[in-house]
């Protein structure tokens, strides 16, 4: 069977600001019809700056790319109109509805009068905007707005949805209703590209996954590639009653990093017989009251944590 | 037609003029309450006309500058950008119904000055497209200078800097009668033909040809929209 041609082909982007000399370097990946490709990497990785490049705002300095066929450097306007795009912070005409903002956009992207009528009463009630389409942009919370935004990048049935941060600021139900439609897109044919920090979305949503590192794609691959990588890793997350000193846990042999997250302390460990006690001693030791503890095996957060903790410990 | 849902920018722009009553009502009412007061007082005519023409220039400069600065600063410019329209023609729209909009606005306080100093038909007309070629130049300027600042405060200052020079060249207040040099710069500035006919309307002979009025300021005004509507890639371009 012959594969279809690439979504978004992507080839050597570079793009470094002159002031930082940060950017993006020779970024190469590509993005194939029905597939979900998460794009991460901690502040300051050139996520944003690529992002900036593929969605035709900015023009790398070497490197090119193609959306449906379409160069994005020489035919923007083509490769714009095969895009959806949503920024990370959506902003809209606040004096005009929510149907109105949604209603330029698409037929600012050629969707004819009728059809952008179905389509978009379709979306507003999928996402659960319907009763405050008459409403003024302005009156829309952060959420209201960011699901405004998903509608106007989807409104158009663009071949590419490039997505920043789409989930951030979503209700529960709402997330539930975006990652449904995302999977419908793919299913459908849409190529999807999602840049995102939320882990566990980038993990349930994506077929495959780029890590960006100081501007240079630093490792590619399936979710599952990735955490099968991390074998023989755990992750031992105590919910404590009360804040502790935990440097001392860094000490414990096999330990690898020590994290809080809210009331809870993530030790990130080589699997080793006893070193669960030896942790766990460690933090009663240090003055900690457990009320919960879980062993976990890793998954792509751990990825993510191993990753950026080598590129943090590669800058010092 | 329908202008709201909007399905062009202009239309969006002709929706949001619209959509705020308040701001509406203010916008129309600050013409005529500059403009009427001096229509009908024996004000001389060339500072009747002057004032005329300062209300005229500094709501078109203003006007588009400080919206395209808070459009640009908001992002939502760039994302609008971003979609398959051509850039030229989102700053075109831009352009044109910010002059419309303007003329609008300055419409009934124009009226006013007309039924309250008759004047020949020629004269009215001339002066009535004199002042949308100007409207249509400082919107050029506008935009000009939102190439170079996101700031709306700057904008004001930028917009000082640039029209200062004109209005002078123009004769509003001083260099009523140029020779030489200035009298040939005055006649590239759209606002010295709208000068002449506003004070042609209010009873001063300048010795203009009703004809020019028709002619050049639109021809000048056409070029300056020719020259913004090229910057559009570098106005639609993202300001880090």
Known sequence: MLERPAALEVQEITRLYKSSGRGVSGASFEVRPGEVFGLMGPNGSGKSTLLRVLSTAIAPQSGSFRIGGADGVREKRKARARMGLMVDRPTHYGDLSGWANAYFFARSYGVEEKKAEIVLAELFDYFGLAEYMDDKAKTYSYGMGKKLALIEAMAHAPDLLLLDEPSLGLDYTSQLAYQKKIRELATSGVAILIASNQVDEVEALCDRVAFLQKGRLAALGTPEEFVSSLEGLRRIVATLRNPVEYGALGGIAGVERVATEGRDLVVHCAERPGLVADVVAGIVGAGGDITDLAVRRPSLEDVYVKLTGEALRDED | ?240
């Open chain 2, 1 to 240: 037609m329908k202008i709201n849902p909007p399905d062009t920018y202009w239309k969006k722009d002709v929706a949001l003029f619209f959509g705020k009553r308040f701001a509406l009502l203010i916008k129309m009412l600050y013409p005529m309450a500059l403009i009427v007061p001096v229509a009908a007082s024996d004000i001389p005519a060339q500072y009747a006309a002057a004032v005329i023409g300062i209300v005229a220039v500094m709501a078109g400069t203003f006007g588009a500058g400080e919206s395209l600065t808070v459009d640009l600063n908001d992002g939502i410019l760039m994302r609008v950008a971003l979609t398959p329209l051509s850039p030229r023609r989102i700053v075109f729209e831009i352009l044109a119904v910010n002059a419309i909009l303007d003329f609008i606005q300055i419409l009934p306080a124009l009226l006013i000055v007309y039924v309250l100093n008759p004047a020949p038909l020629v004269w009215v007309l001339a002066a009535t497209v004199a002042i949308f070629a100007t409207l249509l130049t400082a919107n050029c300027i506008g935009i000009f200078i939102a190439n170079f600042t996101s700031s709306p405060a700057d904008v004001l200052l930028y917009a000082t800097a640039i029209l200062a020079p004109l209005i002078y060249v123009s004769g509003f207040f001083r260099n009523q009668n140029p020779i030489g040099t200035l009298a040939t710069l005055r006649d590239f500035v759209p606002f010295a033909y709208m000068n002449d006919s506003l004070k042609e309307v209010f009873g001063l002979s300048t010795g203009a040809v009703p004809l020019e009025m028709f002619v050049y300021p639109g021809l000048i005004a056409a070029l300056c929209a020719l020259g913004v509507c090229l910057t559009a890639p570098r106005l639609l371009s993202p300001r880090f």
